[in-house]
């Protein structure tokens, strides 16, 4: 996991130091003229860095792909779900539209073969923000 951080940290310092070189570094100067300019470019730049911390941090959620199978019970049943992707295959990534803009995101999809139906868990993190996760 140490090593995992340290490659997060690593690559949200080089985008914050491409924001500073974006907006106060001298590379953007030409296109930096009028203060909507300015504006607009330093919203984008919030709006990707927030994008980031948000992607990196639901991905960090348990509930992308929990342990044990009783965390994920069937919304029809209530019986634990089973795996429907396999280990060793790509979890299914879903695109949400967020405040900062898209997000991608990974999670394990559960499948209820009593009920047959396939669902994603209600996570805590995944599940607030009007539940649209
Ligand atoms: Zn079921």
């Not at 927030?50 to 994920?72: I, W």
């Not at 209530?78 to 979890?91: F, Y």
């Amino acid at each position: 996991m140490d090593g995992k951080i340290a490659g997060l940290r690593e690559r949200w310092k080089q985008r914050t130091e491409a924001a500073f070189e974006r907006m106060l570094g001298g590379k953007s100067e030409e296109e930096l003229v009028t203060f909507t300019e300015r504006e607009d470019m330093a919203v984008l730049i919030g709006k990707e860095l927030a994008a980031f911390l948000l992607e990196e941090n639901v991905g960090q959620d348990p509930a992308v792909e929990p342990a044990e199978a009783s965390t994920t019970c069937c919304p029809k049943c209530g019986q634990p779900g089973e795996p429907a992707v396999r280990k060793g295959e790509k979890l299914v990534d879903r695109t949400v539209a967020t405040r900062a803009g898209e997000v991608h995101m990974r999670r394990q999809r559960w499948r209820c073969a009593k009920c047959r139906i396939v669902f994603f868990p209600t996570g805590r993190a995944i599940a607030s923000g009007n539940g649209r996760f």
